[in-house]
Structure formats: structure tokens, C-alpha cells
């Protein structure tokens, strides 16, 4: 098969969450930082990144999104070094921590990246570098400022605000100290080798660990071993998993436990709220999340996350649920799967 298309940019967690699972699957892939000159490729309705550019049932290219599935989908075409955990229940445990990277974890980034003076600053520049070909002074200025007049008013729909800044940035704190605590005695959150939600993890942290200097500055000064291991992630084509190298979900540490916790605490009140308020046909959702009031638009793409949970879960054969149902038993994240 030849190298797979994709569109991206390295400002973009989805992206490098990619990227960095392709490498590590040895999948042969050209990464086009821009698509313009490309006018042969057809667009991503909507459009996001990454975006993969892959053959249709009648071999022409077809513009698809959405890194879950499309994890899944490479996960059934190319042989070898998976992803997704061999043990069923261990694997529902992978999904749901993916799922917190991708949709909770992302609040902290876009929080942090668009509230704080020398994040904007720094982001809008180095976002506005990366559109386009090279700018000039005048020019990088005034993209840098479109940046950041688009962006910042989207804080909005990812729910931070004055009221709920606090509590993601708590959360932020615990996920870091989590992983710190974990990768004390652990390579990776599945164990000796990768699943899927240490790439998803790995995707955002690029840039609240790497990037953003106000989330940077933290994570420096409190999970070095975190620091550490987001750069390690990038590129993981030499290594060798093993089929024993997963967790054992019956054994899972206490550290991958708190982070268990953490998606019960932070991420499970707002995917139930939002399949509310979409159930309801309401445009807001209202969740109390830490003890904190909890407003948002209602994100139809989250209450897909929460369908997609629900099947993987009904899924198990009634062992594998039980032993899936005991390590999540206490941690919060049980409530997803009570309708
Ligand atoms: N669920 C998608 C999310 C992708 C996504 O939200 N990408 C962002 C950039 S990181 C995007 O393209 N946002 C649209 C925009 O900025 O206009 C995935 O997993 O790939």
C-alpha cells in the first residue's frame, strides 16, 4: 500500500496524537502541512485536523476525520503493533481514557493557550507562522492577530470562563500528578507498550507540556517524568511490544486508577449533562462539575463519544463487562453506563 495523506499541522493535539501513532504502527504516511496547491484533494465536512485522505469503495480519495474510528479502521488494515489492548476489558478502559485526552484534556489546552497574556501572544504567533508561506513582519502580525481574534472567543465552547478556569486548571494539576505517579513505575498508561489513550493523552500534552508556557511552566515544575515521556512518544518506531507487555486490568495501579477518577470527576457529569440537553433538543448544557456550575453549548460530536462508550461496553461478554465494571466500580467513570 502506499504512504497514507494526511493534512495537519503540529499545532494541532489531534494531529500529533496521529502522527505519532503512525510512526509507531510503521505506517508509511506524507504529512501535508498545507493543502493548498493540493486542489485535487477533496475537503473534510467539517473541516479539522488531522485530515486523511483515503481511497473510497471506488478508489477515488475520500477527505475523513476523526481520530477514534480512524485508530479502529488502521487498527483492522494494518497488521501488527496495535493499539487497542488484546484483553477486551483492558481495552474499554484504553477507549475511556482516550476519549478524556481527547475531549477533556483539550479544555486545558484551549484554556490555557487562549486566557493567559504570554500564551496568546506566543500561540498567536507561532499558529500564524505555520498558515501560509513564510511572512514577513507586518504580514506574521496581522495573521497572529486574526488567530487570536478567531480563537479566543471560542473559549466559549469548550466551557471556560472565569468559574470553571479553576477547576479545569485543578484538573490539569491532578492528570499531571497522576501521570507523573504512574510513569514512576510504568513506561507507558497501557503498561510496557502504548494503547491508543496514551496517544490521545500524548496529542494534547504536546502542547500544554511543550508549548503553551504557562501550562509548560508547570508541568516542568512538577512531572518532569511526564515532560520526559511526551517526547519519547513522539517517535516510537523502534520499539518492540510483546503481547504481555499490556496491564493487567485485574491489577491495574493505583496511579492509572487516579486517572480513573479524574475522568469520573471531571469528564462523566459533562457527557451525561450533554446527552441530556441533546436528548431534550436543548442548545446548552448545565452540569455541576468539582462543585462547580457548568455551562456549554451542547456538542452533538460528545453525545457520539458517549454512544460509542455505551456499544464497546455492551460489546463485552458478560466476564470481560465484570471485570471491566470492577476496576471502574468507585472511580465516577460506572455512571456512564447507567443510561
Ligand atoms: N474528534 C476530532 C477532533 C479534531 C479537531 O477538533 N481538530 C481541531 C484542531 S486540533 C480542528 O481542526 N478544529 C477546527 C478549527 O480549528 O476550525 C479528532 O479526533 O480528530
Keep these: 500500500m502506499s504512504a ?31 493543502t493548498t496547491g493540493a486542489p485535487a484533494l477533496p475537503a473534510a465536512k467539517p473541516p479539522l485536523l488531522p485530515t486523511f485522505y483515503l481511497p473510497g ?22 497488521a501488527g503493533r496495535a493499539v ?16 478524556f485526552g481527547d475531549e477533556w484534556l483539550t479544555k486545558a489546552m484551549f484554556h490555557y493557550r487562549w ?50 478556569g479553576p477547576v479545569i486548571e485543578a484538573g490539569y494539576q491532578r492528570v499531571l500528578l497522576a501521570l507523573e505517579d504512574h510513569f514512576r513505575t510504568h513506561r507507558f498508561l497501557m503498561g510496557a507498550r502504548p494503547g491508543a489513550s496514551d496517544f490521545a493523552l500524548y496529542g494534547q500534552l504536546t502542547q500544554l507540556v511543550h508549548f503553551d508556557p ?23 518506531s523502534g520499539l518492540e511490544p510483546t503481547d504481555t507487555d499490556w496491564l493487567n486490568v485485574t491489577r491495574l495501579p493505583d496511579s492509572l486508577k487516579a486517572l480513573l477518577r479524574e ?14 440537553a441533546l436528548q431534550a433538543g436543548q442548545a446548552e448544557l448545565q452540569a455541576t462539575i468539582d462543585g462547580q456550575p457548568w455551562v456549554q453549548q451542547a456538542f452533538p460530536y460528545q453525545g457520539k463519544c458517549l ?14 463487562r465484570a471485570r471491566a465494571d470492577a476496576v471502574l466500580a468507585g472511580s465516577g467513570c460506572e455512571a456512564l453506563f447507567i443510561p
Excluded at 460509542?308 to 466476564?319: F, N, T
Design 84 to 99: 487497542v489492548p488484546a484483553d477486551p476489558a483492558l481495552a474499554l478502559v484504553d477507549a475511556l481514557l482516550e476519549d
Design 214 to 236: 504557562t501550562s509548560m511552566a508547570l508541568a516542568a515544575e512538577i512531572a518532569p517524568r511526564v515532560g520526559a515521556w511526551v517526547l519519547m512518544m513522539e517517535d516510537l
Design 307 to 320: 454512544a460509542w462508550l455505551r456499544r464497546d461496553h455492551q460489546a463485552l461478554s458478560a466476564a470481560d
Design 4 to 34: 497514507l495523506l494526511l493534512s495537519g499541522a503540529p499545532g494541532s493535539p489531534y494531529t500529533r496524537k496521529m502522527v505519532a501513532l503512525l510512526r509507531y504502527r510503521r505506517i508509511a504516511y506524507r504529512l501535508l502541512l498545507s
Design 115 to 164: 486566557t493567559y497574556p504570554a500564551d496568546i501572544r506566543k500561540a498567536g504567533e507561532v499558529l500564524a507562522c505555520w498558515r501560509g508561506g513564510p511572512h514577513d513582519d507586518a504580514a506574521l502580525a496581522a495573521t497572529a492577530d486574526a488567530v487570536r481574534q478567531r480563537q479566543i472567543p471560542r473559549l466559549r465552547y469548550v466551557g471556560s470562563n472565569p468559574s470553571t
Design 57 to 78: 469503495p471506488d478508489g477515488a480519495l475520500q477527505a475523513v476525520t476523526d481520530s477514534t474510528p480512524l485508530i479502529r479502521r488502521f487498527e483492522a488494515e494494518f
Design 263 to 276: 475522568t469520573g470527576r471531571l469528564y462523566v457529569p459533562l457527557l451525561r449533562a450533554n446527552a441530556q
